[in-house]
């Protein structure tokens, strides 16, 4: 039997978008409604939606107003939204390797203290959990994943800093996620990988896709700069598995 769902909240977002919220917090199960909406969208076009944007609890919703208006597109939307959810787009698991603390993530020793952990603890915690991907955004690339252990959920720094290296791990309240290009950034930063989520001149340009699930596992510098070099050349370090 299908779950039941509330309908979602539809809010206006200037003149020419649409909000549809599932959620007012961080959920999977909202995540979920929110990708298949887009991947029904996707699949059923409907005449002037130009764009959509989905983000944790919410998929934004681009339309041309002069091919529809707000309200004949409302119906349309909260009646695909009502749908039950299939596993018509299934996910891909991955493997992404990590260089944990020192030159690699700095705030590692400052995060374990705060959380009362030796630094091996707070690595074995982070790696252990399945991640699910639930958006990309902020930079080109930047993974949100959801499924962090509760025991490592921390409020973000106090000063953000201006400047944070490609291929971060970092983690900011309840999430963690992957950076693939330099930038600012207000999370605690664990560890860095040399896998590249987004690379403008490799096919696939962005690897990583809402609704992929992944784990994290443990690798030394030296492993990190074997790898840094082969991802630099275009070679996807990451591991697919079957799902």
Avoid at 114 to 129: C, G, K, N, Q, W
Avoid at 215 to 242: H, P, Q, V
């Amino acid at each position: 039997m299908a779950a039941e769902f509330l309908p979602p909240r539809i809010l206006p977002s200037g003149d020419a978008a649409i909000t549809v919220e599932f959620s007012r917090r961080i959920d999977d199960d909202a995540n979920r409604r929110v990708l298949a909406l887009d991947r029904l969208i996707a699949a059923e076009p409907i005449a002037g939606i130009t764009e959509t944007v989905p983000t944790y609890r919410s998929l934004l919703v681009h339309y041309d107003p002069l091919q529809i208006d707000f309200d004949s597109l409302v119906p349309r939307l909260i009646a695909l939204a009502a749908r039950p959810m299939t596993d018509a787009s299934a996910s891909r698991h991955w493997r992404i390797p990590v260089a944990y603390g020192g030159e690699h993530g700095i705030d590692l020793y400052d995060v374990a203290r705060t959380l009362s952990l030796t630094p091996d603890a707070l690595i074995a915690r982070h790696t252990a959990p399945v991640y699910r991907v639930a958006m990309i955004g902020f930079t080109p690339g930047w993974s949100y994943l959801s499924g962090l252990d509760a025991t490592l959920e921390l409020s973000r720094r106090q000063e953000p800093r201006l400047h944070t290296p490609p291929g971060t791990i970092s983690i900011g309240g309840v999430q963690t996620g992957i950076q693939c290009i330099a930038g600012p950034s207000g999370w605690h930063l664990l560890g860095q990988t040399p896998v590249r989520t987004y690379q403008l001149h490799r096919d696939p340009v962005f690897l990583l896709e809402p609704g992929d699930t992944l784990n994290l596992y443990a690798i030394d510098a030296k492993t990190f700069a074997e790898m840094d070099r082969a991802a630099e050349r275009g070679d996807i370090i990451a591991e697919l598995a079957a799902s």
